[in-house]
């Protein structure tokens, strides 16, 4: 493993295929993160206007940025990638790091439903929509695995992007020069985010997210 030369505390890379082979789960449903005792990464893909306010001012906002539409985040790298494009898609150009306390996540963690199940509880909309998705290979082909995605809104995204934040990095061009492998199919020499299976320990959440429950996402 190795630190990425970005600035951002300690976001450790690794080698893809090592991770593949040796470390990932090959299915099932997983929370794949980078964190450590007090912080989780998740990623996020903007237009360069809402990703420079973000990096300068380490929060989210500026006249681009919009609190009242739901903002998602993922938790593994790779399925950013798939999202993005590796960045080549419009509006997401830039992509960012963004380290958030681990209290925080946990609070979205709790706070997290399914479509379905907004509807079946009678909770009504909840503050974070909750999606569980194929992973992806670095082609973009789907993996038998499923990670998460989280969509923000309300308190919980003015929490993410004013209170929990730790640190906002731009990592886009670590992203162009991985991409190039990608696209000569050098698996081998593709570095990605050192991330490993995050507990969630917590079995009320463990319930509510459905992160054993292959039947209904």
Known sequence: MAAASIGLKE??????????????????????????????????????????????????????????????????????????????????????????????????????LTGADEKTQGKGRSEVRLQWDPDHHPDGSPQRRKTIQLGLRDEVLRKYGNEWIVDIKD??????????????????ELQVAEERVYPVINPLIIKQIRLQDESQD
């Open 171 to 188: 990592i886009t061009d670590f992203v162009h020069k991985q991409y190039k492998h990608v696209v000569n199919k050098q698996y081998d």
């Open 11 to 112: 976001w450790l890379i690794e080698s893809y295929q090592e991770q593949e082979d040796k470390i990932w789960p090959k299915e099932g449903k997983h929370i794949l993160a980078q964190y450590d005792d007090n912080s989780i990464v998740v990623y996020q893909a903007y237009c360069p206007e809402i990703a420079v306010f973000a990096v300068q001012n380490q929060k989210f906002g500026g006249p681009m940025f919009s609190y009242s539409r739901m903002s998602w985040i993922k938790t593994n790298f790779l399925w950013m990638m798939y999202r993005c494009g590796w960045a080549t898609k419009r509006n997401q150009e830039r992509v960012l790091a963004v380290r958030i306390t681990r209290q925080g996540f946990e609070e979205i963690l709790s706070k997290a």
